[in-house]
Structure formats: C-alpha cells, structure tokens
C-alpha cells in the first residue's frame, strides 16, 4: 500500500491549504484514513481522523479550522486548513488503515509564515 501526499507549501497566517493523500495498491477498504503532523522538535500528533462512515475526529486545536473529508470511491482524504497560523506549521502526515495494517505517508510540509 502506497500513500501519495500532495498540497503542502509556504501560506501566509490566515490563509487556506487543501491537503490531499490518494491510497493505492490496497485490495482491502480503508477502515480509517486521516493526518497528523510533526513540528520541529515536537512529537507526532493527531490531526483529524475519519472513519469509512465519515466520522471524524479532531484535534482540539484544529477544530472549526480545519475539515477532513473522504472520498472511498478512490480511497483518497482531504484536509482543507484554514484561518492557518504558525503553530499549524509542521510536516503533515496521512495514514490509513485496513485490516492488514496501518500506512502512512511521505509526509509534506506545511509552512505559515509572513
């Protein structure tokens, strides 16, 4: 299984990001997808997480920024980030999992800056 991250960038406090991570090579369904992040000398945390019935999950300090959503047709997740500041500046990672086990992503990195 292969998780395929896009969307990250240098984006000014206050503005918007659309992540996106395609899942491939998974014979079976995602159970749950989602993303963390890591920030420099901070440990890896959760994000958001969504269930294959679309329920999510998030983290205190994202939530009424940030909104994950899913497609399961093309086993993709999405986190549209906005209001962004610098403390949401990290490297994010998705993961999924199935029922053989949990994935995750090369990462991206998401910087928020003046």
């Known amino acids: 299984v292969q998780l395929q991250a896009s969307g990250g960038g240098l984006v000014q406090p206050g503005g918007s990001l659309r992540l996106s991570c395609a899942a491939s090579g998974s014979i079976f369904r995602m159970l749950f997808m989602g993303w963390y992040r890591q920030a420099p000398g901070k440990q890896r945390e959760s994000v958001a997480t969504i269930s294959s019935r ?19 047709a093309e086993n993709t997740v999405y986190l549209q980030m906005n209001s962004l500041n610098a403390e949401d500046t990290a490297v994010y990672y998705c993961i999924a999992v199935n029922s053989a086990g949990t ?8 910087t928020v800056s003046s």
Do not use: M
């Open 103 to 110: 994935y995750w992503g090369q990462g991206t990195k998401v």
């Open 54 to 72: 679309s329920i999510t999950n998030y983290a205190d300090s994202v939530k009424g920024r940030f909104t994950i959503s899913r497609d399961n």
